[in-house]
């Protein structure tokens, strides 16, 4: 008699609830909390058709896969589903929602258009309309009460508009009682900068129709995350809105009829007292009366002791000096302290920064703003005063895109990151240049150790070096990034496409200086990004 022994792989012997647990960790790549990278996404979008891969391997697979909730809680919209007719395919959107039964779901709408080159808005057709995202929205709001995050992504105004109306409306009647974190982004920050702001029709104005609303503070009771990027809002309601457990508030490049005034800001950041992450970034705050607007005539008693990192992006230096002193006596336990310039690029006169240096020397002992600061850094900013006689100190400076005289502005005890090629042209005259900037009391500060040269500024610090020196006590160490070793060669040998788009003449000319993809303005705002270089203790 002959007998039919089958083979089991051992997988199969594996019970099915730690099967199932292996699928949902196979699936589910969590992102670190402390990342607040702009491209990070609530979740891994690659791998939401993960499951559907383990779907399709047997059939004990399949049905454990089916039945295990866990795994459909992300749902990613994206053109891609968008069919050749224009409409929008919902039917995956609906599989997710009812194969992940009663669980909380993550949401990413990714509207963008990686194609589109930033014409005339007036002009161009979203491939991700309107009538989509109305489609997307029709599908998710039922949903609204098992909510987590909430990302929405869009190149022009129109789709965010679609969805900000029903969304709204949702939010007013039923609220998001589960919803930690809520990403509204136009990802376009030339937009700010325009002419035309949703201003004009009131309609677009988020939560302006919540204004009076009785429970509106009960509306999102466990939001964690806001970010409103190039998206304004009803700043009042959303103030009465905004929950006191709110952690991190991200409000970047808005036009300026919708930016916030800086009574507008005081309430939003009162109504928000454990806040550990603030970014205000080409947004405000507005002063209608730049000399005599001072925070200190307003009656709402601000006080931000959890606040550990901010980030400041001015349009001018009254309102970055008037956010300063708003958040200098409000938030004593600011660690790290960002400064941008988030002015207009294409404008011809640059914004002195000095002024918002000289708010962080301390006139005494005993009013020393940001006392506990560790870290600053400044990126494209313009110093065209002279240096402090008492410059700020701070452990930790990186600047970015930055001139040579930033070295002599702030003084840097620890470690110090260079990124840019309009500071220094080899690690000696860096070195030079802080031992200059430290002026005669160098001998009370502790001089910097390492000083490390990258050959780009991506260059990763891991890179083997290729130049070690010790000079002065500090020992500096050069890097040379691969791709400057290629020149101009590819992985497999051959020449780099990318050094080819100049052989033909009339490419050639369009490049050079005045040719129509050189444009002066840009590349002056933007020549700072060469290379970097960085001192470590």
Known sequence: MNY????FSPIASLPVELLAYIFVLGTHEPVPPDVHDD??????????KTPLVYASVSRLWRNVALNTPALYTSLCITPNLVRDVGVLDVSPISTYLQLS????????????????????ESCYKPLFSTENMSAALGVLLPHIGRWRSLSILTDVYSPMHAALRPLE???????????????????????????????????HVFLSSIRGHGGASLLLPNLRYLSLRGVPAAWEPLASVLPD???????????????PTISELQGLLASTPRLSRLVVNGSGPVLFDPISASPASSSHDLWLPELRDLTLGYVSAPTGLAFLQLLSAAAPNVRALHIEDASDPASLTPVDASPLLAALTPSNLESKPFPHLAALELKRTHLAGSPLQHPPEVPHLELVGMDSNALAAVRCTDTLCVKGGKILSSPAQLLCAVLIGKGQDAEQHRPLRVLEMHGSTFATPGAVPVEDFVAGGTRVRVFRDDADEEDGMDEDGDEDEDTLMGSDREEEEAFKPGGVFNDPVFDARYAGYGGMIMAVS
Not at 106 to 112: H, K, P, S, V
Not at 245 to 259: G, I, K, R
């Open 4 to 7: 039919y022994h089958q083979a």
């Open 39 to 48: 491209e990070c996404q609530p979740f891994n979008a690659e791998s939401v």
């Open 101 to 120: 039964c009663n669980y909380l779901v993550d949401i990413l709408i990714d509207a963008r258009d990686h194609d589109w080159d930033f014409e005339d």
């Open 169 to 203: 409306a949702c939010l007013a009647a039923n609220g998001a009682p589960h919803l930690e974190s809520l990403r509204l982004m136009r990802c376009d920050s030339y937009a700010a900068h325009a002419s035309f702001s949703p201003v004009s029709n009131p309609h």
């Open 245 to 259: 457990c709110l952690q991190s508030l991200e409000l970047a490049y808005h036009p300026v009829p919708t930016q």
